[in-house]
């Protein structure tokens, strides 16, 4: 996970934006005067992100008997993602990660907004800015409607936890042709148990292992030529300081991205230093 500045957006200000052009002024009447329960449930959002604990913010059906649960949805889907004002907010949280890469999985592009509690559950919190996350397709699909029951089943959320102070991921080289990498959550011994569960549920909610071995293969491929050439002229040792350089380099921009646990796994696995990446 990719650790972001959180919006700062007013979310009693961004619910009024979205229903400002709303046609139906009866319905917007009453949206208006549920703007202080909108603030409050920011409040109390914000109050959940700093204990971590966000599941013991509890589900609403509805707006408070004033509006319906999917009057609230429909803020969101019609004055915020359809082309009206509040798009504009909703694209400048879209577009915050740097390069477009998904803060969920630290590899695919950015595509649409996912709610870290589900607005389905979670009404009042539909266009809340600390609520919605810049996710790609495949995290947002995996996401859905999932909201954790308790302090070890919720997944990192990247506007309040930051767990890149050290390395917790790590990988292991599984001699074959092609050359495959495993990789697994190792975190310092030092963490307390809720963040070590934490940190391995976001791994295994979105499927992570998976998709940097399916990566890692395609990078062993890529540079399996080069290091054949390496090892030809210069030796084993050549190999691992090369693989040393490409991990301090990759650690230098993301200490727990995949390509440093693989680089680093890679520089010390005897088998594949001496030519094991050529089977």
Request: contains cysteine.
């Amino acid at each position: 996970m990719r650790k972001m500045t959180k919006p700062t957006d007013d979310a009693a200000q961004v619910f009024r934006t979205c229903i400002s052009n709303m046609q139906d002024q009866e319905l917007k009447q009453r949206l208006e005067s549920i703007v202080a329960v909108i603030a409050d449930a920011a409040i109390g959002f914000e109050s959940a992100a700093v204990r971590f604990g966000f599941y013991q913010i509890p589900r609403t059906n509805d707006g408070t008997g004033i509006v319906t649960k999917k009057e609230l949805i429909d803020v969101y889907d019609k004055g915020m993602v359809q082309r009206s004002l509040g798009r504009v907010i909703y694209n400048k949280i879209l577009m915050a990660p740097p390069f477009g890469i998904c803060p969920l999985c630290g590899q695919r592009t950015v595509s649409s907004l996912d709610h870290y509690l589900p607005k389905s559950h979670y009404p009042v919190l539909a266009v809340v800015p600390v609520n919605l996350i810049p996710a790609c397709a495949e995290c947002n699909k995996i996401k859905s409607e999932k909201f954790p029951t308790s302090a070890k089943d919720q997944t990192l959320h990247p506007y309040y936890d930051d767990v890149d102070s050290e390395c917790w991921l790590s990988a292991k080289v599984l001699q074959g042709s092609p050359v495959a990498l495993l990789f697994f959550v190792k975190p310092p011994e030092e963490w307390c148990e809720i963040k070590v569960f934490r940190v391995k549920h976001h791994f295994e909610s979105f499927h992570l292992a998976k998709l940097y071995a399916s990566h890692s293969a395609v990078e062993v491929v890529d540079i399996r030529a080069s290091l054949g050439n390496l090892l030809d002229h210069a030796g084993v040792d050549a190999v691992k300081n090369h693989l040393q350089e490409q991990a301090k380099s990759r650690e230098a921009a993301h200490i727990n991205s995949w390509k440093t646990a693989m680089y680093r796994e890679l520089a010390i696995n005897e088998w594949f230093c001496s030519g094991g990446f050529r089977e």
